[in-house]
């Protein structure tokens, strides 16, 4: 974690041989900076979704990626539109069997639904 400081922190940016990366990288620390990274949760940027919401809205995605409608899906798969939408809005649960049936309809990994 870093320590409060009087002065905000620098940026630094560097150019040279990658054989040398690690050595840099270690002597910078020797000297107190540190690594930073550019990324931000998920969580962060989109609070309004839980994890327990988060399958149906990748199920969403997928669906729309895909340019299907609930129905289309659901005659694709044989699972009731009915439940598709449940899913879809985190009022359903995604079992196994049917993450399986939709991965292979939505042409994705069927452990993103679970």
């Not at 940026?11 to 002597?27: S, V």
């Not at 940027?45 to 659901?74: D, N």
Request: glycine content about 8%.
């Amino acid at each position: 974690m870093l320590e409060r400081m009087k002065k905000p922190p620098i940026e630094l940016k560097f150019a040279g041989p990658a054989q040398n990366r690690d050595k840099a990288i270690a002597a910078l620390k020797e000297l107190g900076f540190t690594e930073i990274f550019d990324y931000v949760p998920w969580e962060d940027l989109f609070p309004e979704y839980t994890r327990q919401e988060l399958p149906g809205v990748i199920l969403a995605g997928s669906r729309i990626k895909e340019g299907i409608t609930q129905k289309q899906l659901s005659e694709m798969t044989g699972i009731p539109r009915r439940h598709i939408s449940e899913m879809e809005n985190g009022r359903c649960n995604i079992d196994i069997k049917k993450a399986k049936i939709l991965a292979k309809a939505l042409n994705v990994g069927y452990k993103v639904f679970l």
